[in-house]
């Protein structure tokens, strides 16, 4: 009896065991290198489709009302003009009156309602537009040009970022991470990088003793002096595992790459919307930096869409999410060079002041 209590214990505490496991092992995934990559897109779509649900019917409806609103305007001054027995400055009242009430519509519309023209109501709240609004959001950018007008897609918005910006700065932590141990790797192969040159060469394998022969043990203690020595003045750079990663690089590479990222950016948003390479470069340096003004923003070109999908939407989304992580990268080297500097100053003082006593 004991026996069976115990493999039906056994096999309750295995299937408990597993499903804990699976769970586990799919949180540690999900929230992996490749896994916040997959979930941070997979965020950004669910919140496309969230808010085309909330706001593309909104949109709709603006269009319409502005359309009954034109509507009524011609049909009013065709009436007055064809039908009507009228003299000259009575129908120039009823006009005048007539296009100030659709110019005050109008501009009701655009300010309170966020009308911009049919083209735009019809795409604004695409997928691709509700994409790059969604990933708006949650890298702080906000450019302003879409913004939600129905109660719920306002209410949508504030529980979506609450959620996708810790989400994103996770994103921007691992990724740039990785890129940055990638590219530090690569400038060390590139540099015939071999451990810690400066610590070979001032202290070899047999160093204190170079002819292999060990002193007595009276010598302990210049032998701590010297260990101490050695620990003091290079623990920074001690590399025993030759380990391309205690490289540095420098400042003024990492500012390159930002700048030539910014730069083939403004190169490919000048010919793909048409803007000069000043514009361009304007935009992109607003974007990654995550201003976002939203005075110069990409849109929908006919042509340029494949299947209803926007390519410019899509284009730019990805040129900010590779972009920041790249920015997060450099940050990151910067970062390691200047607390390297600054350890280095700080052992230099300090040999100075020893040497003075």
């Not at 390159?256 to 948003?269: D, E």
Request: hydrophobic fraction near 40%; proline fraction near 3%; glycine fraction near 8%.
């Amino acid at each position: 009896m004991e026996r069976r209590s115990r493999s039906v214990e056994r096999r309750h505490r295995t299937w408990s065991y597993k499903c804990k496991e699976f769970f586990r092992q799919f949180i540690a995934f999900m929230f992996s290198n490749i896994g916040i990559i997959g979930l941070v897109v997979g965020y950004t779509i669910a919140g496309s489709f969230m808010f085309i649900a909330l706001e593309k019917d909104a949109y709709k409806s603006r269009l319409e009302e502005v359309r009954k609103i034109r509507n009524k305007t011609a049909d009013t001054l065709w009436s007055v003009t064809c039908c009507d027995v009228f003299e000259e400055p009575m129908w120039k009242n009823i006009v005048h009156t007539e296009l100030l009430n659709f110019q005050n519509g109008i501009v009701d519309e655009v300010l309170n309602h966020g009308y911009e023209g049919e083209k735009a109501s019809t795409n604004r709240w695409s997928f691709s537009g509700s994409f790059l609004y969604s990933l708006s959001v949650i890298t702080t950018i906000g450019y302003g040009n879409v913004a939600p007008r129905t109660e719920w897609g306002k209410l949508a918005t504030i529980v979506y970022a609450i959620a996708g910006m810790p989400l994103f700065l996770l994103y921007l932590s691992n990724i740039g991470d990785i890129l940055a141990k990638s590219f530090k790797w690569i400038y060390a192969k590139c540099h015939g990088f071999q451990g810690c040159s400066k610590c070979l060469a001032k202290y070899p394998e047999n160093y204190p003793y170079p002819n292999g022969e060990q002193e007595q043990e009276g010598s302990q203690e210049d032998e701590g002096d010297i260990e101490t020595e050695y620990s003091d003045e290079d623990e920074w750079s001690s590399d025993p595992g030759n380990d391309p990663q205690t490289i540095t690089v420098p400042i003024t590479l990492c500012l390159a790459i930002m700048v030539g990222y910014v730069c083939s950016g403004a190169l490919l948003f000048s010919k793909w919307e048409n803007w000069v390479f000043l514009d361009a470069s304007y935009f992109c340096f607003i974007s990654l930096s995550t201003i976002g003004f939203g005075d110069i923003v990409p849109k929908d070109k006919e042509g340029s869409s494949f299947k209803g999908v926007e390519l410019s939407f899509i284009f730019c989304s990805m040129y900010l999410m590779l972009g920041m992580a790249l920015i997060a990268m450099c940050f990151n080297l910067m970062q390691e060079e200047v607390v390297h500097k600054v350890r280095t100053c700080g052992l230099v003082l300090k040999r100075i002041i020893l040497c003075r006593r």
